[in-house]
């Protein structure tokens, strides 16, 4: 309760910024549409000189790239701050003062920006999979999975981001290792069977992406892969616990060494 | 009888660091054997501070201070030893510990850099869970001792200096901790604002009573506010004591200055072979000495003095407690 | 002319100094930045497979994966982070320090940046030397070696990395203002990174679309000098694609003075 109201008022200063800095605001949200709508263009160009890739056509192709953008989005809307931690709070001394308050110190990192460029990923991701609605057999039952899906996918993105920050409790810095796997995402915009075996079993198994994209779409528009949703709650669970587990040794280990 | 609110008692604080190589192949090396040096920051402090009491923390950079004070905040795990606050263990019971602390680090701030200062207080009061009653007699009180008024809606980052630290002294207080740490309050600040800020931190404490722990290189600080000074270098303890101790144990000090033309004379004076027990340093064109005045004859000094070079002034001064702890950390 | 460049070398030697520093950050960076080629590798891997002809616009398998991987690695090395520098510098005033120097000041950040990219190129030079012949081995790349065509290739690369640069430099003093260089960046570089063809050749747009993008400035930037690597022109088309390149280098050459002047003159009456 105390940390939903902390979090309102994160998010309430977040947008008076907004609203002095509009065209800063509408440049970065139209920075994202337009790398995504490009992205699109590339597809719809192929599939001019092409029937279908792989058996999947475009507009099934369509569906899972525009699903593959919101958990990415919403995880970006949320939980950028965990990016600036990575780049520069514990090698310029700033995490101290976050094991000084009586609340998780994780909760204020992950917490303490609130991204709005990235509505222009979810805006796009929903676009899209409006245009491929109709692909799909829509039943009630798949509806409410689409709905539970979204914030597991979403929690496997913000446990890889935690992860990989965590590595800067020992290196002091690891904006790069976090660009390096949070890059992996864009393995998971097209169907798996693209990529060769090596490729596939690290999306599948290592850096679980393909579980955020490909796996849940492509259940939704074949009815393929019907265990999907268990093992989606299950590695997303199992990744966030990890993630914590990592997050507390990098503290503990913070603790014995300082900055 | 005032009761002891922080118990330290041998502490220590051991850093290991690994050795990083430039040498590429040695550099391997280190990746598979990693070899370590071994660093002790802080040797076996014991130190009591009553409820209440002003304590003025002194040592020179390097001398183990910012660990020591990271210990007591909890943010630094000791390698040995005891820290007992106000029945705490600050690493064991960090989230209830903070609660009872306050913490201000002059270099850095712990405001939110792009939010109005009284945005900040709102959030800080979301976090420690302060009543609304509460909460504004504190920030009528803080803004009466600190005029924080004229900046109260200002972005963080728009301050200036002097008004970051009074928005950082009334933040780390508004959950009226019994304990505050100022490390570095006064530093870079102007003498005005410094004197201002000093005011500040008496009132609270002859208001609040809370116990303060102040780390400073401005001995003025230390003058003004301290009941008690402990002094560090190297890591351990070497004066621990109110400041008329420390005027009495070293109070027979004095400081005479002569003025020269040629600065280079001080090469004739050999003052070691004659008075082994001074102190000489060089300031411009004067020669500053340091001297007890219980085993040193001050006429004695300037005569001889006098003998061997041309002085245009001499200026006998008594020490300033700044001297005396430059004189302790040295010896 | 050569006492003329010794002004720059203290540039150069603090460029190399930086890149010395951050060089494990840069190559974790460019390998994140390497995934994209791959995925795009495979990407076309399929639609060869699914295609029904060998070449598609003109294209065989073989000259596609070399156009992704040689775009790749060129938009890698022309990159550049002085728009970003000269924004903080204009911000925290830092730039009047370059202006003080009786040197020309844009130069100043070029012979920095060039001191960077030496050490960057040599430590992207073993990953690339393993990664070609790797790449010969797994994905079966047959690279060209046309005394001409490599010759022209390093001049047109050359230029594109001035040209990329000069436009940058337009682009430090043109948004400075600006607060969200994070959103204003990815804007530019989205732009760009569809009209310089590293995105796609444009030989796969539609006609109208690929003459238009041809004759814009950022076509210079990859999809030229790709296209030469690739052995794609006759000797007399080489000639004029040069050319081509030479007068919009010249072009952001001049606009970046101007630009830099006028915003200048700017903040001069500003005070900041």
Known sequence: MQYIKLYKIFVRQYFKQLLEYKLDFIIGILGIFVTQCLNIVFLWVIFSKIPSLYGWNLDELIFIYGFSLIPKGLDHLLTDNLWIFAKKTVVSGQFDKYLLRPISPLFQITFETFQFDAVGEILIGVLLLIKSFNIVYWTPQKAILFILTIPFTTLIYTSLKIMTASISFWTKKSGSVMYIFYMINNFAKYPVNIYNFVIRFVITFIIPFAFTAFYPASFFIRGENNTFFYSLIMISILFFLLSLFIWKKGISSYESSGS | MKNNIIEVSNLNKVFKKQTKSSNLISYLKTLILPEYTYFQAVKDLNFQIPEGQIFGFIGANGAGKSTTIKMLTGILQPTSGNIVIDGYNPQNDRKEYVKEIGVVFGQRTQLWWDLPVIETYFVLKEIYQIPDSEFNDRLAFFDDILELRKFINNPVRTLSLGQRMRADIAASLLHNPKILFLDEPTIGLDVSVKDRIRQAIKEINSQKKTTIILTTHDLRDVEVLCDRIYIINNGQEIFDGTLEKLKSSYGSMREVVFSVDHINDIEKLNYKLKFPEIEVYVKDNDIHVIFDSNKTVLPELIKYTLDKVVVKNILVNETSIEDIVKKIMRT | ?272
């Not at chain 3, 950022?218 to 000098?225: A, C, G, R, T």
């Open chain 3, 1 to 272: 002319m050569l006492s003329r460049l010794q002004k720059y070398l203290p540039f150069a030697k603090a460029g190399i100094k930086i890149s010395t520093t951050y060089k494990l950050d840069f190559l974790c960076y460019r390998f994140g930045d390497m995934l994209e080629a791959i995925i795009t590798y495979f990407l076309w891997l399929s639609i060869f497979n699914s295609s029904s002809s060998n070449r598609i616009s003109g294209f065989s398998f073989n000259e596609m994966k070399l156009y992704v991987f040689v775009s790749f690695f060129i938009s890698i090395i022309i990159k550049t982070g002085v728009n970003e520098s000269i924004g903080e510098e204009v911000k925290d005033g830092s730039i009047s320090i370059r202006l003080l120097k009786p040197i020309n000041f844009v130069n100043t950040y070029l012979f920095t940046e060039i001191g960077i990219r030496l050490l960057q190129i040599f430590l992207l030079g073993i990953p690339i030397i393993i990664f070609i012949t790797g790449s010969y081995i797994i994905f079966k790349i047959k690279l060209y070696y046309n005394f001409l065509y490599i010759i022209a290739f390093v001049i047109s690369f050359a230029i594109s990395y001035l040209t990329n640069f000069y436009f940058n430099v337009c682009v430090g003093f043109s948004s400075f203002t600006l607060k969200n260089t994070w959103g204003s960046n990815l804007f530019k570089q989205a732009i760009i990174s569809f009209a310089s063809g590293s995105v796609i050749p444009f030989n796969f747009l539609p006609n109208v679309i690929s003459n238009i993008l041809q004759f814009m400035p950022f076509s210079s930037l990859i999809y030229f000098p790709t296209m030469i690597y690739l052995g794609k022109y006759t000797p007399y088309k080489l000639l004029n694609i040069l050319i081509f390149q030479i007068f919009w280098l010249i072009f952001f050459y001049i606009l970046s003075k101007v630009i830099a002047k006028v915003a200048l003159k700017k903040l001069e009456i500003q005070g900041g």
